[in-house]
């Protein structure tokens, strides 16, 4: 079956930068959209970026012009880079990943931006 797993993760000072990777396994296809959704304590589970397979992309407000996603369909990756990161991007963050009509996510990893 199809797993993505997140990495990069961890803390980081406010104005820094981490770049979050999600390999996905067990497709032979590429998927559609692959993307960052990511939940604060408290908070509902919000869109940051998506990326189709043909290149476009979607940001939520709150980042654009910080962070850039990018995906590579050779390897069926999903990178998320990060910059001037601010405490209120403090939250786990999840992959997904859509094919077809299959939706598939992965376990999060904790982004933490001290201030």
């Known amino acids: 079956q199809v797993q993505l797993v997140e990495s990069g993760g961890g803390l980081v000072q406010a104005g820094g930068s981490l770049r979050l990777s999600c390999a996905a396994s067990?497709?032979?296809?590429?998927?559609?959209?692959m993307g960052w959704y990511r939940q604060a304590p408290g908070k509902q589970r919000e869109l940051v970026a998506t990326?189709?397979?043909?290149?476009?992309?979607n940001y939520a407000d709150s980042v654009k012009g910080r962070f850039t996603i990018s995906r590579d369909n050779a390897k069926n990756t999903v990178y998320l880079q990060m910059n001037s990161l601010k405490p209120e991007d403090t939250a786990v963050y999840y992959c997904?990943?859509?094919?077809?009509?299959?939706?598939?996510w992965g376990q999060g990893t904790q982004v933490t931006v001290s201030s």
């Open positions: 067990g497709s032979i296809f590429s998927f559609n959209t």
């Open positions: 990326i189709t397979n043909g290149g476009s992309t």
């Open positions: 997904y990943a859509n094919l077809d009509r299959w939706d598939y």
